[in-house]
């Protein structure tokens, strides 16, 4: 690796620190306090009107620093915030004050003890009576103006962002922001299940057949099985093997992986939420759903309303409900039942000046062509019902109509955010599916879900009826972040490999 100058003294600065029998990257690290929690505690001391002086060790990377001749102050980071630090050559060591001075390097991480007192200007600072180098940073943050003691963020392309995620958490704390509003997500996600008597489980991610939803599979190998194997694109026929196993309702929190194209919406690997519950169907997980998402809502911003891309949304429910038909006339004025021949309907939306793909099914087209052109008018929370027969193969047909099935997916901000049924539960119904699905497979389209025999077994020996629902977890992430990329809400996300 080519070294900058910056990098070439930096080493030659750990080199003279090892020369001094000093370990630049100690083991141990005496801290008693984060940055938060040495404030904290100080403001407490000051609102009891303490005369004791409040002691703390605390560590973190240097982030500023001002030589004042005999004295330094500079701001040290961590996880949790910043803390300003006054170093005096008269109250440390000697040599460490030196090294400080002489041998520090903004990024490095420094541990001190002392107590705390305010500045002039009103700032808690720690005294210093002991620092310690824990960490020598041997290649500088993309940080600017460090020769004047202060950075500055220079690391502004998402490309490099992305690619080098750590340094764009450690310069960014707006994006550490997102990361815990992340983590507070899937926690309220959690809590609402549990509470609401579903159990977590873990089910396979290498299957001998995928299944679950309409995607292409990643394929690897078992060597000493020699036997190919995928990557889960889906949990669901796991999860629904459970109800048979006489689980009356069971979650899955974890990654999928979908050999698929990348966008602002999407990336092949990514985290996925779904749940079946006996004894439900599709209106019942409706209800669910919306006081599902507004409980996170609640617990992650403190309320049912939020802001996304500049849109104020209402989570509160009930949310509005609309049959696909419905919303597909009301934006495009194509009635798709008028046109029960796929090669008719595809005229139709061509003549709208939509794409429609050709050779493409008739559940297809409405599903891409014509709910693709709905999808971004829906900003406030709905639930679109009723789904085509020919591409929902795992759920159940409404009561005589043999042309759609009991399905809706949901969408806030625009944004397609999660997909449920009410579970097909007839095995030979099941079966015949999986037969018109594996005519497709066997004429090459990818996406056609395969035959899965052991799944079929499991469904003879009685499953109960059944609600299913599945979301994508950064989908829910980009909204309550406020995020318009997923890119922005996965912590490394998938990117070409440069040459």
């Known amino acids: 690796m080519a070294l900058n100058d910056q990098e070439r003294q930096r080493l ?3 080199e003279w620190i090892r020369q001094q029998g000093i370990d630049p990257y100690p083991a141990r690290c005496r801290r008693t306090h984060t940055t938060q929690d040495a404030i904290d505690a100080f403001l407490a001391a000051e609102a009891r009107e303490s005369a004791t002086e409040t002691t703390v060790s605390v560590a973190g990377r240097l982030h500023s620093f001002r030589d004042m001749g005999k004295s330094i102050f500079a701001h040290i980071e961590d996880g949790y915030g910043r803390l300003q630090v006054y170093v005096r050559s008269s109250e440390v060591d000697g040599g460490a004050f030196e ?6 390097d903004l990024g490095d991480f420094f541990g001190f003890t002392g107590s705390l007192f305010r500045t002039r200007t009103g700032e808690v600072t720690v005294r210093a009576t002991e620092l310690e180098l824990l960490s020598k940073a041997l290649s500088p943050l993309p940080l600017g103006k460090e020769s004047e003691g202060q950075r500055f963020n220079t690391l502004v392309d998402k490309e490099a962002r992305y690619r080098q995620r750590y340094a764009d958490l450690a310069v960014n704390p707006d994006v550490r922001q997102i990361f815990r509003l992340r983590a507070r997500v899937i926690q309220a996600l959690r809590q609402f299940l549990d509470g609401h008597d579903f159990l977590e489980v873990e089910t396979p991610i290498l299957q001998p057949i995928y299944g679950g939803a309409a995607a292409r599979p990643f394929v690897t190998h078992h060597n000493q099985l020699h036997q190919d194997l995928y990557l889960r694109i889906s949990f669901e026929l796991y999860l629904k093997r459970l109800l048979v196993g ?8 974890g990654r999928d992986f979908r050999n ?4 602002y919406k999407h990336n092949p690997e990514f985290t996925q939420l779904e749940f079946y519950a006996a004894y439900l169907d599709y209106n019942d997980v409706m209800e669910l759903t919306e006081q599902m998402v507004a ?17 104020e949304i209402d989570l509160s429910p009930p949310w509005r409900r609309v049959t696909l038909r419905e919303a597909i006339v009301d934006v495009t004025g194509i009635d798709y039942t008028r046109y029960p021949i796929a090669e008719q309907l595809s005229e139709a939306i061509r003549a709208q000046g939509l794409p429609a793909k050709t050779g493409a099914t008739w559940g297809y087209l409405i599903d891409k062509s014509l709910l693709a052109a709905v999808e971004p008018t829906l900003l406030q929370p709905t639930f679109i019902l009723d789904y085509p027969y020919d591409i929902s193969p795992l759920a159940k047909a409404k009561p005589g109509d043999r042309t759609h099935v009991e399905r809706f997916e949901f969408f806030i901000g625009g944004l397609e955010c999660g997909n449920a049924f009410s579970e097909l539960n007839d095995p030979l119904d099941q079966e015949r599916r999986f037969q018109d699905m594996n005519s497709m497979y066997a004429a090459d389209d990818e996406e056609a879900h395969p035959m899965d025999e052991d799944y079929l077994r499991a469904m003879r020996y009685g499953m109960p009826p059944c609600g299913g629902f599945g ?4 989908r829910l992430v980009m909204l309550f972040a406020d995020q318009e990329s997923i890119r922005e809400v996965l912590l490394f996300p998938h990117l070409r490999t440069r040459d």
Request: glycine share 14%; no cysteine.
């Open 260 to 263: 698929e194209g990348v966008s």
């Open 99 to 104: 090294l400080f001075k002489r041998r520090s």
């Open 12 to 14: 030659g600065t750990l």
């Open 471 to 474: 979301t994508g977890v950064d």
């Open 295 to 311: 409980y996170v809502a609640e617990q992650v911003t403190g309320g049912t309303a939020i802001t996304y891309q500049g849109h």
């Open 246 to 253: 006489m689980y009356d309702r069971v979650y899955e929190i």
